[in-house]
């Protein structure tokens, strides 16, 4: 089956796809402070210019889209019909370059979390995730205990 989309119209909508400030970012970005946390967004200087940087625990998070990543829902397991071989290879260089940043900044003695898309639809489950995630190094960093709502 061919794209019901001219190459125009298909081009203007993958122009439209953003790489930042996205809802799921912006959903994490708000747990985190709604938390008391303090954070930086999209530092270059780290490997892999992740999401969210908490530097004061030397913690990052990468809020990564299920499609483009490759998880393993539903979203992650479709596979285009146009382009195929294109947009696989793209696919699995994005999944290859998150398992080297991961590995770099581990390395590198940095904390790393990786929320999907996927996962900020269910709020409540997602402030648990990362509040346990940040809660053994809440002593380091004197933040505000979360906020349950």
Not at 31 to 56: E, N, S, W, Y
Not at 80 to 85: C, I, L
């Amino acid at each position: 089956m061919s794209d019901v989309l001219t190459p125009a119209q298909r081009s203007f909508c993958m122009s439209r796809i953003r790489s930042r400030d996205t809802r799921p970012e912006r959903v994490v970005r708000s747990i985190l402070h709604k938390m008391g946390r303090r954070f930086r967004l999209h530092r270059r200087d780290l490997p892999g210019t992740p999401d969210i940087v908490l530097p004061a625990i030397k913690t990052v998070i990468f809020v990564h889209g299920c499609f483009w990543h490759m998880h393993r829902c539903r979203f992650g397991l479709v596979k285009p019909k146009t382009r195929a071989e294109f947009w696989s290879a793209k696919r699995q260089a994005n999944a290859e370059r998150d398992r080297k940043s991961v590995a770099e900044l581990r390395k590198a003695g940095w904390r790393v979390l990786i929320v999907w898309e996927c996962q900020t639809r269910n709020l409540g489950r997602l402030a648990e995730r990362v509040q346990t995630f940040l809660s053994p190094l809440a002593k380091q960093s004197n933040a505000k205990p979360a906020l349950t709502s």
